[in-house]
């Protein structure tokens, strides 16, 4: 199957980096969030990508204004009716995805094809809300999106073949790097990645380091280009709860529990870097 159109729903810090480089391939993209605000604050990010792009003379500006043309601001999952494929990055949670994922089931053409950007959420569960799970896959990309080069496909118990293929041919077609795994809690990224995030925040719940500390010994020690602590700030606290909590309880084992700390920040609402505050302060 061709895909010509699609619309990535949130147009927050990961949607607003998919639909840039779907803008960028060539694809038609309504960027879809609740509010128009999101909506707006969403092309205003990417803009401004664009636009380092053009100042460094890696793009022209016509090229820009034919990227930034190819965008249809959107408020309504109604616009779902003409898409190929939808790309959903709202928040990590389940019961808003199911939602999303059974209002688009009946919106979409019966050819679309239904993606998750989901960090750790069950693929076969989400598509469990639509009466096409056989259309339904994990197209996970990496932050920042623009410049990450990985997207972890998932494949759900159900996913048919061809739509791995189609997924898998865009990919390419986004200049990423695709890689195939199965629908386990976390999939490969974040089941690795994510208890090595809670280490730390348990290092630093036990007095053990300062922040900077910790950081700087993953830096400069194991060559990370940024510490533990600094990339959790960089994903969002919130965004790493959720994940360590699906870890937690798809797998039903201890060594997955979130640290009190990280649970009190996000209760603060210090949600890292998008809110200003986490385990570091943002101007
Ligand atoms: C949670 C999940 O489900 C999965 C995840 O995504 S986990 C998170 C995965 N991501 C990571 O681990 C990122 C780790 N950090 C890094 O790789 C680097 O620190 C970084 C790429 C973010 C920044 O790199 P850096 O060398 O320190 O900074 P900087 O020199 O400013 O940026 C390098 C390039 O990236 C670009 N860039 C940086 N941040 C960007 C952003 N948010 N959006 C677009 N471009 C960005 C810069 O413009 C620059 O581009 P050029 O080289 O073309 O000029
Ligand atoms: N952060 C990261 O590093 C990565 C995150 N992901 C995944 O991507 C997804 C998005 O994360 P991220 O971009 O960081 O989160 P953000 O909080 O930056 O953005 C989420 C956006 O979705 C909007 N939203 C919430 N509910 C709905 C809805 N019902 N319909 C449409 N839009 C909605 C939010 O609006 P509002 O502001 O009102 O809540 C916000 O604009 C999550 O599933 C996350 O796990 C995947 C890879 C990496």
Redo the contacts with the bound molecule.
């Keep these: 199957m061709e895909v010509k159109k699609v619309m990535v729903i949130g147009a927050g810090q990961m949607g607003s980096?998919i639909a840039q480089v779907c803008a960028q391939a060539g694809y038609s993209v309504y960027m879809n969030d609740i509010k128009q605000e999101f909506v707006e604050r969403g092309l205003g990010v990417i803009k401004k990508?664009l636009s380092?792009q053009v100042e460094?003379d890696r793009m022209s500006a016509e090229e820009m204004e034919g990227i930034l043309a190819r965008f249809t601001p959107s408020t309504t999952l109604q616009d779902a009716s003409d898409v190929d494929l939808v790309i959903e990055a709202a928040v990590e949670n389940m019961e808003i995805k199911s939602q999303i994922f059974s209002e688009l089931d009946e919106i979409a053409p019966e050819h679309a094809i239904l993606a998750s950007n989901t960090?750790s959420l069950p693929i076969t569960e989400i598509a469990a809300a639509t009466n096409r799970p056989e259309k339904v896959i994990g197209m996970?990309f990496?932050?920042?999106v623009?410049?990450?080069k990985l997207v972890e496909i998932i494949r759900g118990l159900a996913t048919a073949d061809d739509v791995y293929t189609t997924i898998e041919e865009m990919t390419k077609n986004l200049r990423k790097v695709p890689v195939e795994v199965n629908d386990f809690p976390g999939f490969v990224?974040?089941r690795i990645?994510m208890p090595m995030i809670n280490e730390a925040i348990y290092t630093l719940y036990e007095g053990v380091a300062s922040e900077e500390a910790i950081d700087e010994v993953m830096k400069l020690g194991m060559n990370h280009?940024?510490g533990p602590l600094t990339?959790a700030d960089?994903?969002g606290l919130d965004?790493c709860l959720y994940?360590m909590e699906t870890l937690h309880e798809g797998f039903g084992d201890d060594k997955y529990r979130p640290c009190p700390l990280l649970r009190k920040y996000v209760k603060a609402g210090w949600l890292g870097k998008k809110t200003g505050r986490g385990f570091y302060v943002y101007e």
Excluded: A, D, W
């Design positions: 980096g990508n380092r460094k960090s996970h990496m932050n920042p623009p410049v990450m990224s974040n990645l280009p940024m990339l960089f994903i965004t994940i």
